[in-house]
């Protein structure tokens, strides 16, 4: 931003500017509440969360560059251009609106429509809940001419806000330490902060976002100009594309002036899958809503009037929105100035009047793209048609897997041990790599919630399958009808089965082979089922670590390390009292592996290994096992890396795998 702006960004931006709902309260006592948890996932939503007024600065059009940086102190800082955060008196709290803005809840300039048109952060909640869930915090403000600081600590400012000096930018800068008493960990991770920070660059082409990791000095810019092309060409980069993508944008006014955005842009792959991300106001909304349903109306709608006009679908054939969907890759991205989300999560659009919208501009774009691009026009519908004749010859299939009021036992002779409770709530299904473990887990599982499904071999790789031949794999069909609530259009959640459906396979490369397909099946086929928080990982023990009546199980070499030094701190303190020395005068030194002093490691190489005893204690046992729960954070880093790992190109899963074999632990070769 040029030093002759100072004074045109300050304008309808103002201390009357900031409006004020109610004050902080709780924010610590329940962090969940306000940033989804407390642990990796929470910490990263910080950086999001104070990301997030940059990027409305954007969406209002005096932000250009945004630089997040990762300091070696464990702190992260969120520089921007923007028109800095007002400073003078509030004029209904009468103190600094900084002062405002950083300590109440519910207070932002998104309440006003005259600052914010549209905004990300609905609730202004975010920067003073991280301010409340840091230790310290600094907020940097450059602004009509000046440059104003205020500190914080655990949410309070220590002292006014001061003037420090002038300045020819604007901006505003916020660096937080997170409270390591609130928090399980306080690392940020490169990757995830990179992912959110790419998905945000693509969305709004006109700003550079850099990431900054003093830790290891890395950097990275983002900046993709191309907006939703550069999006759909990133997430189809591991995919044979059957075209160039299409972009369609337009606008619609309502009677009282208020302007509704709509971006979209998509292209066909060679892939069976559908991948489609939809964003509002920069939101992910991974359940989709009314923006979603308009664009698959109009998509199938034009698609196939545009078919029979020119004739290009056999008369017997009659395509439908499945089949249009199949190799579908699609961005949606609108811009709403009152967005009404169903539930708190922010992840269902629910405006009605979007919907229309949504299909008039898909419709009207999408039918002159038809026309000026007959040859990619008739490689669509030809897709699509090969789709219909597999949708046809899967129909039989199908109906074999769909769940029928209750699970009769010719569809799964021996395979499913059922559990004796029926309500869903209540209960819990284990898919378990092999029969000796399946075996094991039958006789250790608690047969009253706990259903066992024991799987042979590894389940055909669904990415890169038709429906027709993913439903001839018996497996597959298993799975499908045990859990019962379908799949496709055929999908409903409240048939589920089990409150918990848990993954649980071998600690090595082959069951991390296996994990990961069905991981597959799950985020192509059944992907509510990840958002409702029902899919988990069971985490089965590596190690034993015994010495005569005393046992530990490990997870982790780190843990299988800490018992070791554990049982001889404990066999040094019971020589130290017998002797009356100190622990350290009398404690071995033992070097790093050796069990000459009578420790004995075991490595489980596979869950066959243990018998039913162990596997319930370390692995199925509500009161002691551990289970990781599967989530989508970033729907669009999901899908490339599924396609990375699953698809049919070999070069960028051999890229994938040499950039991260740096952070493989436990490898069993």
């Not at 897997?401 to 309500?423: F, H, I, Q």
């Not at 990415?463 to 069909?477: D, T, W, Y």
Request: proline letters at 3%; one cysteine or more.
């Amino acid at each position: 931003m040029s030093d002759s702006t100072v004074n045109e960004t300050t304008q309808n931006y103002s201390e009357d500017s900031i409006k004020v709902l109610e004050g902080l309260e709780a924010v610590r006592k329940r962090p969940a509440m306000y940033i989804g948890d407390v642990g990796e996932r929470g910490l990263h939503h910080l950086i999001q969360e104070v990301v997030d007024n940059s990027i409305d600065e954007a969406l209002a059009g005096y932000c250009r560059t945004i630089i997040v940086t990762l300091h070696s102190d464990g702190s992260c800082s969120v520089k921007d251009d923007g028109r800095g955060i007002p400073v003078g008196p509030h004029p209904v709290k009468k103190i600094s609106t900084l002062e405002v803005v950083m300590c109440t809840l519910h207070a932002g300039g998104k309440f006003d429509k005259n600052t914010y048109k549209v905004s990300g952060g609905l609730h202004g909640v975010g920067v003073s809940c991280v301010n409340a869930l840091s230790k310290d915090m600094t907020v940097t403000v450059e602004r009509e001419g000046k440059t104003y600081v205020q500190y914080y600590k655990i949410g309070a400012p220590q002292g006014p806000v001061q003037e420090i000096g002038t300045s020819t930018r604007t901006g505003t800068t916020v660096q937080f330490w997170p409270d390591d008493t609130i928090f399980k960990t306080v690392e940020f991770r490169w990757d995830k902060v990179c992912d959110r920070l790419r998905e945000l660059a693509f969305l709004n082409p006109d700003i550079t976002i850099t990431l900054v990791d003093e830790r290891d000095g890395q950097k990275e810019d983002f900046a993709y100009r191309g907006g939703l092309v550069d999006f759909v060409r990133h997430v189809d980069s591991t995919t044979t594309a059957l075209m160039k993508p299409v972009l369609m944008q337009g606008a619609s006014v309502n009677e009282a002036g208020v302007e509704t955005q709509v971006e979209v842009c998509f292209e066909y792959n060679t892939n069976y899958s559908e991948t489609l991300l939809s964003y509002v106001n920069n939101i992910n909304t991974i359940e989709g809503g009314t923006h979603v349903s308009g664009f698959r109306s109009a998509l199938t709608r034009t698609l196939n009037a545009y078919a029979a006009a020119n004739n290009l679908v056999k008369k017997d054939i009659n395509l439908t929105g499945e089949d249009f969907r199949e190799g579908l890759t699609a961005i949606i991205s609108v811009k709403v100035a009152e967005p009404q989300f169903e539930g708190q999560t922010k992840t269902k659009l629910g405006n009605g009047e979007v919907e229309g919208i949504v299909r008039s501009i898909v419709n009207e774009e999408l039918s002159k793209a038809l026309d000026a691009n007959p040859t990619t026009a008739k490689r669509i519908i030809e897709k699509a048609h090969l789709a219909a004749e597999a949708r046809i010859a899967a129909k039989k299939s199908r109906e074999m897997v769909r769940r029928k009021s209750a699970l009769e036992s010719a569809t799964l002779p021996g395979k499913l041990a059922d559990c004796a409770l029926r309500s869903p709530e209540d209960t819990e299904v284990f898919l378990v790599e092999g029969d000796s473990a399946g075996g094991s887990a039958k006789q250790g599982r608690d047969r009253r919630f706990q259903a066992i499904l024991p799987l042979k071999g590894k389940i055909l790789n669904v990415h890169k399958a038709r429906l027709s031949k993913i439903l001839e794999n018996e497996e597959v069909r298993t799975i499908f009808t045990a859990i019962g609530v379908g799949f496709g259009d055929d999908f409903d959640i409240t048939k589920c089965r089990y409150g918990k459906i848990i993954l649980m396979a071998d600690a090595d490369v082959d069951g991390s082979h296996i994990r990961t397909l069905l991981l597959t099946l799950f985020y192509d086929y059944m992907p509510d089922l990840i958002h409702a928080g029902k899919l988990f990982i069971a985490q089965p023990p590596l190690y034993k670590v015994k010495k005569g009546k005393t046992e530990y199980y490990a997870f982790n070499d780190a843990e299988r390390d800490e018992y070791i030094q554990r049982i001889r701190r404990e066999k040094a303190e019971r020589k130290a009292a017998r002797s009356g020395q100190t622990v350290e005068e009398v404690e071995e030194v033992v070097e790093e592996g050796a069990t000459a002093d009578g420790i004995v490691i075991s490595r489980f190489k596979g869950l066959g290994e243990m018998n039913p005893e162990q596997l319930w204690a370390t692995t199925m046992n509500p009161e002691t096992r551990t289970i990781l729960q599967v989530t989508i954070d970033n729907a669009a880093e999901a899908t490339h890396v599924f396609d990375t790992l699953m698809g049919e190109k070999v070069e960028p899963r051999r890229e994938f795998i040499e950039r991260n074999a740096q952070y493989v632990k436990n490898l069993d070769v």
